[in-house]
Structure formats: structure tokens, C-alpha cells
């Protein structure tokens, strides 16, 4: 067999996070009853006209500065004209002509090293409502609340060879929109969908192969194993001595399949023009240099800082400036606390384990950072101790739980009554002749075992430091 | 007295010095619709209960001393293209047969601040396509001078009613000549303002470039003082123009001594009927005796405006008349098979065949491969025409010439022959193009008794030259009203 290579550009739309629609001042709030986030405009009623949301296009810059596109400082909106329920003007009010970015471009790492993935283009542009297929009465019913929610569409240079390099790309893009609070680039609710377009050709070839668009994919995972499937399919067919078409598939991932939905033939005219409805964008030096100015710190910049800061280890940086959601708490905690290696140590150990038991990403956290910055403060001031406080953040982890409202409702706090505490140490050293006796032989180890006991007979809340001390005048006054 | 005779301020005035009440206006205005809608068919909708209602408020806020406007309590028509919340809106066509807006459009809502109560809706071409109101999907409309003759178009109903006092005044809109074309034919004035000066929202999209909504009244002073109620810089349409100045009123003046006034040579050439041009000709002599400098110049390009109009405003109508799909409002047909099919249907039985021409030709001229050919062109044309009029507007104040070539065709005449008819919007349409002011006001009447209009072009935002220069003519010569209108003195 020949050998071949797969070659991957991407069509990634993303959800920003404007309060109010692009084109009315509707709520963009995702969920509500049907139609209630509408008007006039985003429902294509007669005689209205759309007023573009200043914020989008600054979301759009400012997406497009930090993926080093050039930004068109004179662009324009067109009308992309097809016929659809969910489209209530049956145009889309889109960019072709003068998208707003151009020309930009991204790093990611890769088993390699560093790779450089090219911006084709970002555009703005309006969502679609929703249909919604009635079974019970065999109709369609349009919700139009999402009609006119925001979007960019950034659109890559076929710069990508594999399953790996594409999702590395959309988790560097998720993170930088996460970064400007542009997005929450959720793939499951669809603030963020990703269109693959493949092709293959032999290695070496000088051309590019026929490519097919993939549309449907609702998780990495999903677009990994679409990227596989269709390169496989795709082989197959040149093969067996058969051409790939030019078509748009619709990935099944329960069924691992995909399926032609329309092959370029049947591709429609947009018959794009110029919305004569909007002016055009002028976009000023100073507007451009006010938005540049704005830019958040990104990644690299925080994690340097993270280390020389608050001298976290190089790797613990790495992992919490991954997402923007970890680094936010990890800031604000520390702020609070002003611990930041036990902030840290809260991140990398506690959190990371919940969630990979819980299979959630680190966007979905819910917990306060107040909160994590309490439990701190409580074994700090040793009214808890490590243990209580592991099963005390396992709550805030999953309620955003008060830690000292918790500890003090379940009676967590550490018992410091000595005395009582002595009895426990005596009735265990009594209750364990063969430990005391490997202790006093040197076996160090053996007062570990005695300190669990003690702590098992307290039910946890002995402070294990008074136990360690006890033990040990115990011991040596036998 | 007869209450229709008035033009709409002298009848504001009688209002606020409580000689006439709002009801009595109204009901004035009723009692000749009453008497000549039947032959003249301008409405399309009227609502007398309604307006009866609105006069009642509109007098108690009079009363009150809480309405100042001088169009307070004056009943008003409005063009079926405009959207009025709980009034039915059709742009005579079947496919909004039972549209019923959920709001009204700014230059309405501007009126009804003013007081204004309106009466209904007045007929037009189909989605405002069409030069003679025969393209309604409710009948025609006749024109007040000659039963037999149209009113012209697309605001034909809003000129025959002012025309057969079914109304104080009205308002049009014009994309390619809407307003000035049937002002002209049905003698009355109507002023098509400079794009970006009313707000277009809620008026219904033909050529969004180039729609502009304006009045159409007995006389010049009507349409300065509506104008000036109606014009407003409104958020809610991107296109819409802070204005230095929205006191046109202030440019009713008897005077135009050293007035520039240009008269382009292209504008009398062939085609031009010779009755129109003698009194548009003797117009601009009167204006010269009364101090104007008048003289004749090149215009370029005129006859580029045409196909660049028809490419433009057909690719813009093609896109805007798209959401008419039976999905969501108005008509939808009524046996269908799956989604393409109910569009198809729904659209095929809705629509009227010159809406269906326009619709077809805007869609080819935006197809790929025929864009830069057609599209682009035409956009480089309308650049160039109005680079044209700049240039005629360093040397003169205002543009004079007719408002269309001939006076009102015969009913059944224009239809069959939609290139003439196209031609016939010649004088009219490259004002839409450069979005430039235009008025049109009578100036005379042709051996068969219909009216010609002399239309008054001016620069962007310069209104006042055109009214003032209006204003001065008119005073030269009486209104003339026709027989509809005096049988009811």
C-alpha cells in the first residue's frame, strides 16, 4: 500500500459571550421557554433592521490579535442567502468579502515540537434558531431564541496531519477565547462547534487531495474518531481505484459512521452581497490599539509569573494555567489565603482527582475560590486536620460547600482535650504490646501504625500533631 | 365648509383654535371615502372605529394643551408598506394577506406623537414594484383627474387619496421615483428626502439602499411641515443620519434671487412628451423671472441609471423578500407536501408576477459568476452617478427637470411593455441612486386635463433649496383640485 498523508483544515464556530444578541438587544441566555428571548429583528419580522453589538466586534478583534491575524480596519457585513426554517429571514448576515481578521496564525506542541497552524480568516456573523421535530404532531417548530446569538467563525489553513494536531489546535483556540472571556467554548452545548475538513494524498504529494467536510462533532473524543474513520475511508476509496467526492458529512458517533449529507453538486449559490442594512465597520487606530491594551495576560505569561511569583514549581504552573477557570481560582484563593503552594497543592492533587473520577473538565468547576481559601485558613489554624479537610473539600468540590458552616455542623473540629486524648494514647500502647516492642528495637516505622490506631479510636479528629508527641512520651517512659 | 379642502396645516390650525374638533376632521375625511373609494379604490385597509377612538384621545391631549404639533388631530393615510401594530399591513400582496404587524414603524410612531389619527392603509404596487398601482394584489386604483388613467406608482393610493381628499395628507415611499412619479400624475407634491434622513424601520424592504419614506401633501408647506415631524435620527436603523438640521419649515420663502437652478439637457431629449416639457420649461422660466440664475447643463450617465437601479434594487428585493416562506406570517398555502414544496407553493401563489420578475432577476444578478459582472457593476455606476450630481452640485443649488416623461398612462397600458414602463422612471431613479432629495410638484395640466409635475432636485441634506425653491414656484399659481374633490364643496 501507499503511503499517505492526511491533511486537515478546520471550521471552528464559536459562541461568544455578549450579553445581548448580535443584530437586537435580546438575551443571548442560553435555555428559556421557546421564543422568549425574541423580537422583530431576530425573528425576520417585516420591515426590521438589524443594529450591530459594538461588543462582538470587539471579541472578534481581540480574538483575532491574539491569534496574530491581521485586523481589516475597514470590513463589512454580507448576506449569505438560503432557504431555511430555522433562518427567519432565510439570509444570514455574515462576512465574505472583508472579514474582519485575516492572516493570523497559532502555536501548538506536538510529539514533534512546536508547530505553526495558519489563520485563513475569523469572520463574524448571526446563529440559526432551533427546530424542534414534534413526533407527537408530525411538525416542526421553530424556537428562535438562539436566532441571532454571535458568533466568529475562525477558519484554519489546512496546516493539520493528524487527530492529535487538530485537537492540541482546538484546545490552544478554546484556551485563548477562554482567556478573553469570549467564550466558554463548550463543544457538548455547542458554544463551540468545529467542521472538519479532510482530505489525503500520497506523502510528498505537491497537491491536495479532495477534500470532505465533517460536520456533528460534539467532543474531541468524537472528532478524533471521525478524523480516523473518514482517513480510512477515504483511503479505502483511492484503494479500491475510487475517487473521493467533494461532499458534507454528518458524523454519527454512536455508530462511529458518517454519512454524505450534500455532495458539491447539489451545493447551493449563497448569492452573497453586501448587507445593505449595516454601514460599514470602521475600526480606527485607536479603537484597535484601546482593544490591544485590554488583552488579558495570557498562558506563557502567567505561568512564568506563577513561578516567579508565588515560586511554584514549573509543572504545577503548567497544569493550572491550562484553563483559564483553575488559574482564576488559583489567583483569587491565593489572594485570600496568600498560600499558594497549598492553593496549588489543592489544584493538582484534590481537584485534578475529582475530576478525573468524576470524568469533567476543568471548565465545569463550580467551587469559590472563598471557599478553598477557608479550608486553608481552618488547617492552617489547626481546627481541622488533614484528613477532615480532604473529606471537607470533597463537599466544596461538589456543593461549594461553606467548609467552616460544614465543619462545624458535622463536629469536624480537631479534639484538643489532652487528657482525654492520653487515655486513647495509653489504652492503644497497652492494646498493642508487639508495635511498642518493635519501636523500642528501632523499627521507627512502628509509631505510624500506633498513630493511626490513636487516630481511628478519636473517629479523625485527634490532632495528629499532639498524638505524634504524646506517643512518643509514652513510649519513652516505658 | 368643506374640511377636505384644506391642506393639512391650515386644517391643524382650525384644530387648535377649536373651530373644528379632531372628530369632525375625521369623520370629513370618512365622508369622502365614503363617496369615491368604490371608483378610486387608494385603500387598501381602513379602520373607522379606530380612528374615531384615536381622534377622541387625540382631542383630550389637545384639550389638555399636551399636543402642540401643528399636524395634531389631522387624519393622515399611510402607504401599505409601513408597519402599524394591530393594523393589517399588506404591501398589497396576497402573501401578507392577514399580516398584522407587533409594532409600528418610526416615521408613524413619530406622526402619533404628533398627534396624528390615521385612517387606513392606502394601495401600491405589489411590495412597491411598479410604476402604476395595477400590480396590487387588491385591484387598482384610479386616478382622481381621470378614472381611466392610473395614479401612478408605487405610492398611488398615498396620491389619489390626497388627490380625492380622502385624506389630509399621506405618506409614500420611494425607491425609484415611489413618491415624486404618482405626485406628479395625481397632482399634489411629495418630497422623496435624502437617504438616511427618515427612519426606514419598520417600513417593509423593497431596495434597501435606496427606500426612503416621505409625504405627500396638497402643497409645499404640507411637506415641509411633515417632513419635519417625520425625520429623526433613529438607533434602530444603522442607515439613519444625525441631521444638523431638521427645521425645514424654516426654507418656506418667497425667494430666489440668485438661487442656482441647473437644468440638464439629457433631460429633454427623446422620449419626453412635448406638453410635459413646455410647462416643466415654463416653470423654470417663472423661477428665472423671480430672480433665479437658470441654465442648462451636461449631465453624464443618465442613461446608466436605469440598469444599474434594476440590477440593484432586484438583488436587494431578491434577499429582503426571502422571509415571505409561509412559515412564519401571512399567507401559506394550503395543501403542500413536505418543506420545499409549501415554500414553492406558498411563494408561487403569493406573490405576483412582477414581484416574481424582480425577485428572479435580483437572484441571477447575484449568482456566482454573474456578481461581478451585474452586481459589482452597477455599484460602480451608482458610485459614478453620484460623483456626477457632485459635480452639478458645485455649480448649482438645484436640479429642475420633469418628474416623469409623460402625464398618467391608461389603465391596462404600461404592464405588457415592464422595459417602457422601467423607461419611464428615468427622471426619477438616479436620485435614489446618489440618494439624493427630491420633490415633485404640480406645474401644470396636459390637453387631456392630467396634472405634470416638476421635480426639484437637490444635494445630500439640502432640503431647504429644493423646498424654498418649491415654495417660491408654488406661489406663483393656485392649487388645483380636481372634480372628485370639489363635488363634495
Redesign the interface.
Known sequence: MKQYETVIGLEVHVELATKTKIFCSCSTEFGGAPNTHTC?VC??????????NKQVVEYAMAVGLATNCKITQYCKFD?K?Y?Y?DN????QISQLYLPICRDGKVEIQTENGTKTIGIHEIHMEEDAGKLIHDEWSDCSL?DFNRSGVPLIEIVSEPDMRSAEEVIAYLEKLRMIIQYLGASDCKLNEGSMRADVNLSIREVGAETFGTRTEMKNLNSFKAIARAIENETERQIDLLEAGKEVIQETRRWDDNKEYSYAMRSKEDAQ?Y???PE????PIVISDEWLEEVRQRQPEFRDEKKARYVSEFKLPEYDADIITQYKKMADIFEKATEICKNPKKVSNYLMGETMRLLKEKSMDPDELTFSPENLAKLIGLVDKGVINGNTAKEVFAQIFENDTDPEVYVEEHGLKMDQDEDGLKKIVEEVVAANPQSVEDYKNGKEKAIGFLVGQVMRASRGKANPGMVNQLLKETLSNM | MNLMSLTAVELGKKIKAKEVTVKEAVLAAFDQIEKVEDVYHSYVTLDKEQALKRAEEVQKLIDEGKLDSPLAGVPVAIKDNMCTEGMKTTCSSRILENFYPTYTAEAVLNLEKAGAVILGKTNMDEFAMGSTTETSAYGVTRNPWNENHVPGGSSGGSCSAVAAEECSYSLGSDTGGSIRQPSSFCGVTGIKPTYGTVSRYGLIAYGSSLDQIGPVAKDVTDCATILETIASYDPKDSTSVKREDYDFTSALVDDVKGMRIGIPKSYFGEGLDTEVRDAVLSAAKTLEEKGAIVEEFDLGLVDYAIPAYYVIASAEASSNLARFDGVKYGYRTPDYDGLHNMYKKTRSEGFGAEVKRRIMLGSFVLSSGYYDAYYLKALRTKALIKKEFDKAFEKYDVILGPAAPTTAPEIGKSLSDPIKMYLGDIYTISVNLAGLPGISLPCGRDSKGLPIGLQLIGDCFKEKNIIRAAYAFEQTRTYERCDVAKARD
Open positions: 422583530p425573528t425576520g419580522m417585516p420591515g426590521s433592521l438589524p443594529v450591530l448576506r442567502n432557504f426554517p427567519p429571514q432565510n439570509y421553530v449559490d448569492r452573497y452581497f445593505p442594512d449595516l454601514v
